[in-house]
């Protein structure tokens, strides 16, 4: 059975400061993963989608790499901003319906 | 953009109430998807429909029901509401790339629904 974790599930960090939010799966035979954003009260806010047959994708200060033979996933932050401040959920998929999702990372940037 | 909505953003009932939860995306996406969000858990998949008329379950089926008659909405049905239903429901959709789904999911601000 697939299971993804997310660790630390909280930090806090100094605005400024660069930083990495990990994920790890338990089974390297997925689709794609999908980093995504939940701000309070809200829904998911897509961030990257990496393929299984990528090694990472860019977006902005967002940076998000993918190896599939160890089963971990990074999220790198650059400069990182209050405006930074929600939950990171990392997905895994794999197959054409089943997503399976970490339980978030939850961010503090502090001015 | 409108992009995937639902309503009602927040609901109470009471124990043995139905209700449904609306869900429409203005996409053209093939693929929707229900998923509720339970404090300190990831999202469980409720249901999943890949295109108008066809439905399947998800991991958590039990105590909801769903149609597709068109590829914009998907309405997600609660017969008799228990206590254990009380969560953050969201909607989601993923659009095909050629034959394939692309897998990337965008979702609705959910839905809070409380049984007491």
């Known amino acids: 059975k697939q299971e993804v974790t997310q660790i630390p599930a909280a930090l806090s960090v100094p605005e400024g400061e660069n930083l990495v939010l990990n994920c790890s799966f338990t089974?390297?035979?997925?689709?794609?993963l999908q980093w995504f954003r939940q701000d309070p009260g809200k829904g998911l806010t897509s961030l990257l989608l990496?393929?299984?047959?990528?090694r990472e994708q860019t977006s902005g200060r967002l940076n998000a790499s993918l190896d599939k033979s160890s089963g971990r996933s990074t999220l790198y932050i650059a400069a990182s901003q209050p405006g930074d401040s929600a939950t990171y959920l990392c997905?895994?998929?794999?197959?054409?319906?089943?997503?399976?999702f970490g339980k978030g990372t939850k961010l503090t940037v502090n001015p | 953009n409108a992009g995937v909505t639902q309503t009602p953003k927040f609901r109470i009932l009471k124990i043995g109430q139905s209700m449904t939860l609306q869900c429409t995306q203005d996409?053209?996406?093939?693929?929707m998807y229900w998923y509720r969000q339970d404090p300190g858990m990831g999202l469980k998949l409720i249901y999943y429909?890949?295109?108008?008329?066809?439905?399947d379950k998800g991991e958590v089926p039990n105590g909801y029901n769903v149609s597709r008659s068109t590829t914009e909405d998907f309405p997600l049905r609660l017969e008799l509401a228990a206590p254990s239903q009380t969560s953050v429901y969201f909607c989601?959709?993923?659009?095909?790339?050629?034959?394939?789904?692309?897998?990337?999911?965008?979702f609705g601000e959910g839905s809070r629904l409380t049984v007491l």
């Open positions: 429909s890949v295109g108008a008329g066809i439905t």
């Open positions: 989601a959709s993923s659009p095909l790339s050629g034959t394939v789904n692309t897998g990337e999911l965008f």
């Open positions: 089974d390297s035979a997925i689709y794609n």
């Open positions: 990496i393929q299984s047959s990528q």
């Open positions: 997905a895994v998929r794999l197959g054409s319906e089943k997503l399976v």
């Open positions: 996409m053209n996406h093939n693929y």
